[in-house]
């Protein structure tokens, strides 16, 4: 079948997708954008996190079928043309990513909760991220990382 | 140091055993210093589209983060040496998406690869039939052992696995066939039609049963030409023993005023690394391969490939793809051989990208153990004997098994002085899931039994653990068990007792509570009634790099150049950067010892010589080493260079800023017109000092390169009448003789203690009649963010002489001590034994 839909802003189709496949196959293996995750791809780690129509959602449990007519992002928008998001910065520079391959699913997730909630308490991140498996941080400089983001969000809100 | 750690205040109340000549700093787990905002560009590659072997490289050049870092480091001229925390060079990829895993390699006419493996333990296969598999639209080749060229066997250490399996199964899940199609579900449904007709046998299953029950009749013999780790069978080693290595020390009979036995087991644990076994095998026009690949060893694996493929190294060429996490899972062979084979065969490039179920059988785990400990002391505590024997099942494969023995045996009695001992590690064969390396090696099994043995020590004695602890600690200067006489920094004690002295959190409110800080969190199982509070202390020992006298060197190239009006030092090994930040270390070195400010990592690949292994804590000491003197000799090189273009002596010069100074009159010369058109590059193989073997008979020898030491304090809250657990606080200590990025260096221990906290209350992968019961993150649970506690983390800066600037290793010590320490938290607060791990509610309530 053929699927259409906009992934970061641009317009994408697709051809000869099979009914089985799911987005985040389509997204890696079809549109170029590898960098949502495939750690587990039963939904258990959180490491494909897309936005799709606003929703974060596990990209390895939706159907590429679903995603027609729909709007997604994906770690691959976060950032501007010639800056990192806040949030991505906040990882780089806390230490939070180390082998990183849980890295694009909790960056989503955390852009996420930022924009639900400008100050999260550290039990509020916490509740928000225990989708996302890391097995290399032990969490803590990625709870560090969401509170410089959150800081530098509301710095520049000021 | 300009970094955001809060350094520790001086302790005036610290009881020394020795005088400190290192420094301690720790870092609480809020309360960070302010990061400095960077409006500077940050350097990006070319995103999605096309992507190929051309463009798989994550070579990464610093630009755009040198000002990031700068900003960071103001007060210094240089951004990122040694004892900075500069920024990951690969982390701006990281977080855009753009990093190149190896699951992420494509080519636009590549085929993919699946495996068909065996549902049953232990089985012959009578037959293969291929007809319909083969059949099947989209299917390019279906391959058993007959199509593979070589020698039809791998292994880290011996080479006893079959690639495809010949005429018999050993273990669920060992691959039979393999299939190369257009689509991945293609490639899954081929794998389906492929019948085997086995005849399924009883598996052996218990480890106990390999170690001593062997002789029976009924027992099979697992490898009929096997046993190539043990000795003659009937003296230590059996036909199912991979080694048995007796440690013998002091007094055989000694005797003591009071005596504790124990047993205790580990549960076997998965690395659960979350980049799945993946690569991307492209022939080449030379009839021979490309391979891009996660690993931690390339030239390990390409040394077993070409065996497998009949092929010189010059034709089986190895890249490092992005590796999504190791922790020791990705040293022996996976889907290599496999993927080489189908490209080879239909001359198409093959992916193979495992499912996280197949995972769970794509490699080895952590050894489980069965352990009984004798500990006899005299009443004022002081041990004098420890008497051990730890079982470990390798499972059907010998992998790592005989090195996983050698740590627990003569790590055994753990990081105390001891005069007698007498312990006796066994690795078997069985027709378990083939167990390996998992970070901590052997050393986590045993401190699990040594330290619950400490525990129940102090108790049988009324004395406080710590104290007992500190009574026996063992110091520089002591002998070990195996007679290794230790000659750097042990600050056992010191360990102890800063992490005792960490500020313990506020005991629970009474009157209050806010569900998400209770066991059993929002699932509102408890309001805090049955709740009780337990802490626990514990400590571990590490060997550091490989042991035994194994030849363990790393290869470096330095080149220093002037590349668009800037000297650039490129440095290029072939050491597998995992995670963990050793291409982060590696410019730091160059930048120290060179002066530089750019430092371009070259891709990993065999073109150069072996790194050797990215595991036993080694790489930033080996790698490292090597890295530091390539500088050094690439220095010297360039400094004789400046002295005949200034006519001054060489050993006045040095180099800074990317200049060449003179202590006397300050800088001299550009470093680029010095080097003009020159460009200056050494190779150099470093080796760390030698190792010896271990004397089969009673373990002695000086087998180890350095040892490495953390504590943990565990504090949970336990709901006994549900058998709940929460670890409410996790803190360390940990020597690290110099920390060569102190922002990595806590890193690595928080992700050390994580993974222990995991094995200690949630991490098991159940195994019964041989079969894997929960193959999946569902049912193989590992800490989320809720599960891990806030930790304080003490680094403690003791310089090891022996080593590149003083270092010591870092990444397993904290994947040690955490599990028993948490335990012991758990039976302060339930006052249960607790003899095994994972801790499970039914052992508490």
């Known amino acids: 079948m053929r699927v259409k839909c906009t992934v970061n802003g641009e317009k994408h189709e697709i051809d000869d997708v099979w009914e089985g496949e799911s987005l985040l196959y389509a997204l890696r293996e079809r549109m170029g954008l590898p960098g949502s995750k495939n750690a587990c791809e039963q939904g258990e780690c959180g490491s494909c996190t897309v936005y799709l129509d606003q929703t974060p959602v596990c990209a390895c449990l939706v159907a590429a079928g679903q995603a027609q007519d729909r709007d997604i992002v994906t770690v691959e928008g976060l950032a501007g043309e010639e800056k990192l998001h806040p949030v991505q910065q906040a990882f780089l520079e806390a230490g939070a990513v180390q082998c990183g391959f849980c890295t694009p699913g909790l960056l989503v997730a955390t852009h996420d909760l930022l924009e639900r909630e400008e100050q999260p308490s550290d039990p509020e991140i916490r509740e928000a991220l225990a989708g996302n498996l890391c097995r290399c941080t032990g969490y803590e400089k990625i709870l560090d990382a969401v509170k410089l983001a959150a800081s530098r969000k509301a710095e520049a809100a000021t | ?845």
Not at chain 2, 48 to 57: F, K, M, T, Y
Not at chain 2, 536 to 542: D, Q, R
Not at chain 2, 584 to 595: K, P, S
Request: glycine share 10%; charged share 20%; with cysteine.
């Open chain 2, 1 to 845: 140091m300009n970094t955001p750690m809060t350094p520790s205040p001086a302790r005036s109340d610290q009881r020394l055993d020795a005088p400190i000549t290192g420094r301690g700093w720790s870092v609480r787990d809020s309360g960070r210093g302010s990061h400095p905002d960077t409006s500077q560009p940050i350097a990006r590659t070319a995103g999605g589209g096309s992507r190929g072997p051309d463009d798989v490289d994550n070579t990464v050049t610093r630009t755009g983060l040198v000002k990031a870092t700068s900003t960071r480091m103001d007060q210094s001229s240089h951004s990122g040496k040694v004892g900075e925390s500069p920024l990951r060079p690969d982390g701006t990829l990281k977080v855009t998406g753009e990093f190149a895993y190896s699951s992420d390699m494509w080519l636009a006419d590549m085929l993919w690869g699946a495996t068909l493996r065996s549902p049953h333990p232990y089985a012959c296969i009578r037959s293969v039939d291929l007809t319909e598999a083969v059949k099947l639209p989209g299917v390019y080749a279906v391959l058993t052992h007959e199509d593979v060229p070589g020698e039809n066997l791998y292994g880290l250490e011996h080479a006893d696995q079959p690639v495809l399996a010949v005429d018999v199964v050993r273990y669920q899940g060992e691959a039979v066939a393999i299939v190369a199609a257009d689509h991945p579900e293609t490639a899954r449904r081929a794998v389906e039609k492929i019948v085997v007709d086995y005849e399924v046998l009883e598996p052996l299953v218990d480890p106990e049963v390999a170690a001593f029950g062997d002789m029976a009749d009924d027992v099979p013999r697992l490898h009929p030409d096997g046993n190539k780790g043990g000795g003659p069978e009937g003296q230590g080693g059996g036909k199912n023993i991979v080694r048995h290595l007796p440690i013998r020390k002091g007094n055989p009979e000694a005797t003591a005023d009071v005596v504790v036995h124990g047993e205790y087991e580990v549960g076997m644990q998965d690395q659960a690394f979350l980049g799945p076994e993946s690569g991307l095998a492209v022939p080449a026009e030379d009839g021979g391969v490309d391979l891009y690949i996660a690993t931690q060893w390339l030239h390990v694996d390409q040394k077993q490939l070409c065996r497998v493929l009949g092929m010189p190294a010059a034709k089986v060429r190895l890249t490092l793809a992005g590796v999504g996490g190791a922790f020791g899972a990705r040293e022996d062979l996976s889907m290599q051989a496999h993927a080489c084979l189908l490209a080879l065969h239909t001359g198409k490039p093959v992916k193979m990208s495992y499912s996280r179920e197949e995972s769970f059988f794509g490699h080895v785990h952590r050894h489980p153990a069965k352990m009984r400990y004798e500990h006899g002391a005299n009443r004022d505590g002081k041990l004098v004997y420890v008497k051990a024997q730890i079982i470990l099942d390798g499972g059907a494969y010998a992998s790592s098994t005989p090195a996983v023995v050698a740590n627990a045996a003569t790590l055994g009695v753990g990081p105390y002085k001891v005069n007698n001992v007498a312990i006796d590690g066994y690795g078997v064969y069985t027709n378990n899931p083939p167990c390996g390396a998992m970070r901590g090696f052997g050393a986590v099994q045993a401190a699990f039994g040594y330290e619950s043995q400490m525990d129940k020590l102090a108790d049988a004695l009324g004395m406080d653990p710590v104290e007992l602890r500190i009574r026996n600690a063992m110091a520089e200067g002591i002998s070990m068990p195996t007679g290794q006489v230790v000659d750097s920094a042990a600050p056992v004690a010191e360990l102890l007792r800063r992490v005792a002295a960490m500020p313990l959190p506020p005991e629970p409110q009474q009157d209050s509570y806010d569900l998400r800080q209770l066991p059993g969190g929002v699932s509102n199982t408890t309001h805090g009634e049955g709740v009780r509070r337990g802490v626990g202390i514990a400590i571990g020992i590490k060997n550091v790099c490989f042991s035994e006298g194994f030849d363990d060197y790393s290869t470096a190239k330095v080149r220093l150049e002037v590349i668009g009006g800037e000297s650039v030092a490129m440095v290029h090994t072939a050491a597998a950067e995992v995670g963990q930040g050793l291409v982060t270390v590696q410019a730091q070195i160059a930048r120290t010892e060179l002066g530089v400010e750019r430092v371009t990592i070259h891709p990993i690949d065999t073109q150069i010589g072996s790194g050797g292994s990215t595991s036993a804590s080694r790489q930033t000491y080996v790698t490292g080493g090597a890295v530091k003197a390539a500088c050094e000799k690439v220095r010297g090189r360039v400094l004789k260079l400046a002295a005949e273009r200034l006519g001054r002596p060489a050993a006045a010069l040095r180099l800074d800023g990317d200049k060449v100074v003179s202590d006397a009159d300050g800088v001299m010369a550009a470093l680029v017109d010095v080097l003009h058109e020159d460009v200056v590059e050494e190779t150099v193989k470093w080796r760390h000092r030698p190792t010896h073997p271990l004397d089969p008979e009673t373990g002695q020898g000086n087998a180890h390169v350095q040892y490495a030491f953390a504590a943990h304090r565990a504090v949970v809250d336990v709901d006994v009448d549900l058998g709940l657990i929460r670890v409410v606080q996790l803190d360390c200590a940990q020597d690290v003789g110099k920390a060569m990025n102190p922002d990595a260096v806590v890193g690595q221990i928080h992700g050390g203690s994580a993974q222990g906290l995991g094995l200690a209350v949630m991490e098991e992968i159940q195994v019964t009649d041989g079969k894997v019961r929960n193959p999946s993150f569902t049912d193989y649970l590992i800490p989320t963010i809720l599960d891990m506690p806030p930790m304080t983390v003490d680094v403690l800066e003791l310089a090891d002489p022996h080593a590149p600037y003083g270092l010591r290793g870092v990444g397993e010590p904290p994947t040690i001590s955490s599990t028993p320490a948490i335990v012991a938290a758990i039976r302060a607060a339930t006052g249960k034994d607790l003899t095994r791990v994972p801790v499970q509610p039914h052992h508490i309530i």
